[in-house]
């Protein structure tokens, strides 16, 4: 399968879509039916550009791992909405867990379905999370002044065409409170032609910046192979339209849960100015226990990391986004998890540093037996 050349003019989708693993030639027809079955569950979704970048020689490939289904998801494991994000929910398509953002959902699709997804419950036909009437979203952001920051989120917002973006996008940045609006997309490594020859897009990133709120595009690359040039080059089509890229991305297992793995994504993303911003711990969700990593291993692996890498590719925080807030692992020891609150639903969580007990099996901060607790006074 090869990448046809990227031609540059007016922006036309360059990727052809797969729904079904059958329809994969390098699947042979055993495995594939299986396969279909795990997506009748859970959805798939690929295009060309991304399954050339599989070595299909290799069945642990881990781009591979990325988007073709696992029969274990099919496994009971999980819940859904593992991070009760449904109690954020203030109005529909609107969550307002942390007193500054407001995370919307635009969309109940992704160019290509990643396998470890934490929200794939919006891909099911059941699905009543998302709206396509945003006016109450609005009118929430516009009675609520705290908020500041407006991500947008999905599935992925960069499915939209500019022509349905750009309204939501100058609508939120035209309301006087909003600084930033945050786009969280795999797109750039999904289908970097987005990126490179949507001229509109890069259009409305520049006047949404000259207009005085920061647009930032927050990336989602899991492993080095996923930055090829067309992808580098995408990236840098967004800086230069004005955008303030980032990275994050979980640690899933048969992906890049691996040291050297995990440096040479941190490095790749530095040496693009999109420096890594969070790696996460997988949320406990239905169907991902093939790809969770134990807590721990998580943070031996996120910490041996970051001592491969150069001071500007140490930033990032290994994060739990669970339901009370976003909680950084600071630190294991031969006894000990140490926590702390980057984030908390409740003020009263605000930086608040907890001790638990080392359980090397243990994949969520739910199953953590907590021994202490401090918080900040002032
Ligand atoms: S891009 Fe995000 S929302 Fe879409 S499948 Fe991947 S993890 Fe899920």
Known sequence: MSVSSPQ??????????????????????????????????????????FLSLIDWNDPADPIRRLII????????????????????????????????????????????YCRYCFRKRLFMRHNRETSGDLGPAFEYVVLHPEITDVLLTGGDPLVLSTERLAPIIRRFAGIP??????????????????????????????????????VYLVAHFDHPREFTDLACNGIRAMQQAGAHVVNQCPIVRGVNDSAEVLAELFEAATELGMPQYYVFQGRPTAGNESYAVPLVRGWQLFDAARGRCSGLSRGARFVMSHATGKIEVLMVDDRHIYLRYHRARDAADESRIMVARRDDQACWFDELELLESFAPTN
């Open 69 to 112: 289904p696992d029969e274990a998801e099919l496994n009971d494991w999980g819940e859904l909405d593992a991070s009760d994000e449904a109690a954020n929910t203030v109005v529909r398509g609107l969550q307002h867990k942390y007193r500054d953002t407001a995370l919307v959902l635009i969309a109940d699709t992704c160019a290509a």
């Open 8 to 49: 540059p003019g007016p922006y036309t989708p360059k990727v052809d879509c797969f729904r079904k693993p059958s329809q994969i030639p390098e699947i042979p027809a055993a495995t594939a039916r299986t396969l279909d079955a795990v997506a009748e569950r859970f959805a798939f979704r690929a295009n060309d550009y």
């Open 177 to 214: 409170h909003v600084r930033t609006v945050r786009i969280g997309s795999k797109v750039p490594s999904f289908n970097p032609y987005r990126l490179l020859f949507d001229e509109a897009l890069k259009d409305l990133v520049t006047q949404v910046t000259a207009g005085g709120t920061a």
